[in-house]
């Protein structure tokens, strides 16, 4: 029977919702599900996740107070090792993608990146050439790592608490050190968490589109912002706005795309979402190919009358 | 210093991807092959802090076919001193790629490995890391700035949630994300220079690698297709199906 490892991230003491995807692709494949959950003063995340897990193992040391590649890599393949586990399992998120090579390097095991179905408990798909192709792969190492993309697993349903207890660890020597975390501050949904989505393309022209126009809008609809990459080269958003093959992938109940050509490689990032809406001037623009709804026009005669109806609509 | 670049052939980002009638893989023939654009941006940065450092060498290597050959020059092209081709056809999981770098680099020694943050055709981002955990040394992925001084790394990260800062002992492991810079064009001259650099080939044998089969590829398929949407007249036709039709607000 497999044995499951499930990585759980946090960040600034809250637990990172992603990480139940991880949980609801692992009990696809069915077996004992244990969590790790490693930092300093990680109590209360330890809590959050019991209810998805058998056993909470809670590594906490000075060395794993900022989530440094090395250190967590090792600490996660030794629990790895002392549990027997036969996957180990993270969400594709910028942590996972970063820390979980090296759990597998440790391991020996074979790796899948971002997978988006569980065939059995050696086979997987996953997304490929910006989401244009889903490719089947089955790891043949008896140890298995797995990165899950979060839009494509909901969060399984709470069970009984499973039990916590402390592991202990030891981060080993690391060449790597942390220096500094510049937070991306906002009173908005973060993009993954969002049900509604307003996202900016290069056609907002500059940062006074984003607030003067996509800001009212979202603020209507209590969306989060995006955007394509351009604007983000630009410097007219911050880097971890980014939605596409190589930025966030996310799938909100309603996505906006503003003035936004709609490439494969931006499209890859949020064609799961329910509903979008698109909204540019040139008829032709690919986007419209995966928009349910398509307006042609200049968003910034467009996008606030959307605004001020959509106030009114809410009542 | 010297830095050490790796470039994979992949399909043009511009190029439709289609699936081979019979579906074993990705449609190639006809389709432009260029070097990942990642490692366009990996290459850039190693010339750049060559230059920045005090000169140097940067070495370019590729895994694959003799084919990759034409990426190498790409990056020869650039201003890159000298390519390594490790010579492998047939298929290759991202252990095996780690493998056979950890032996190029052992070989090469170099103080900083520059690669992409991931392949646009595989779409994996593991090959850094792996590579750094196999040679037990410091990663900084998704670079977005690259400080080289003091013998260590000082690199900011494109993270969920912001930029993250760390610093890396020399030799690390870094990889680049999209913004680190803007890749330069090769020129004319650059072009018929890189025709004349050096170029080493390597094969897993000689490095003493033995690949073994750990991925198994089962099929591809085309991802499902999204039913076709509606153009609106105008936003209170728009209002009224978000509201009414999709209940989306
Ligand atoms: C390796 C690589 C990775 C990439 N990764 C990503 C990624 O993750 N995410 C991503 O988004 N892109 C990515 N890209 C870039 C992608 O290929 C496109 O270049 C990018 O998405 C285009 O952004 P855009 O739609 O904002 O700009 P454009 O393509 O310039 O489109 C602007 C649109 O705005 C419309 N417009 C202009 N003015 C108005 C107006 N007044 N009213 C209404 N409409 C207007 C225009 O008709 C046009 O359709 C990547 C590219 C590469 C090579
Ligand atoms: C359908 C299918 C599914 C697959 N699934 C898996 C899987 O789940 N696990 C797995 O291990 N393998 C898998 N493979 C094999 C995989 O395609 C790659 O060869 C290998 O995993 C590297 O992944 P990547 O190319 O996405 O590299 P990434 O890790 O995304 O690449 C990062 C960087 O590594 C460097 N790099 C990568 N390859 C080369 C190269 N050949 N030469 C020089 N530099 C290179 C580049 O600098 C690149 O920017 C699969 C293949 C197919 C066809």
Redo the contacts between chains.
Sequence with gaps: MATHLIVVEH?SGKL?KATLSAFAAAAKVGGDMHALVLGQGVGDIAKAVAPYAKKVHVGEHAGLKDR???PY?KCIADVAGSLGATHVWAAA???G??????V???LDA?????ICAVIDEK?FK????????????????AKKVITVRPTEFSAPAAGAPGEIGAVSVDPGA???????????VSDRP?L?DAR?IVAAGRGVKGPEGIKGVLEPLADA?GAAIGAS?AV??AGWA???W?IG??G?VVAP??YFAVGLSGA??HVAGM?GS????AINKD?EAPI?????????GDLFK?VP??TE??KK??G | MKFLVTVKRVTDFEAKVKLKADKSGVETSGVNMIVNPFDEIAVEEALRQKDKTGGGEVVVVAIGTADSTAQIRSALAMGADRGILVKHDGALDSNGVARLLQKVVEKEKPDVVFMGKQAIDDDSAQEGQLLAEVLGWGQATFANSVTLEGGKATVIREADGGLETVACELPCIITADLRLNEPRYASLPGIMKAKKKPLDELTPDALGVKLESRVVVKGFEEPAQKKAGQKVADVAALVDKLKNEAKAI
């Design positions: 960040q990172n440094l590649a090395q890599a998120s910028s942590a993608k970063d820390v979980l090579p090296r597998a390097a440790r074979a790796m899948a990146s971002d086979t996953r997304p490929m050439w910006a989401g244009n192709v889903i490719g089947t792969v089955e790891l043949a190492t690391s060449k790597m050190s942390f220096v500094k975390f510049d937070a991306v973060a993954a509604v609809l990459r983000c080269d911050p880097n971890d980014q093959q190589t966030k109940e309603l494969i490689q064609k329910k509903c979008i809406v008829p419209f190919q995966v928009a349910d709804y398509g307006l042609v467009v009358e959307l109806a959509i609509a809410k």
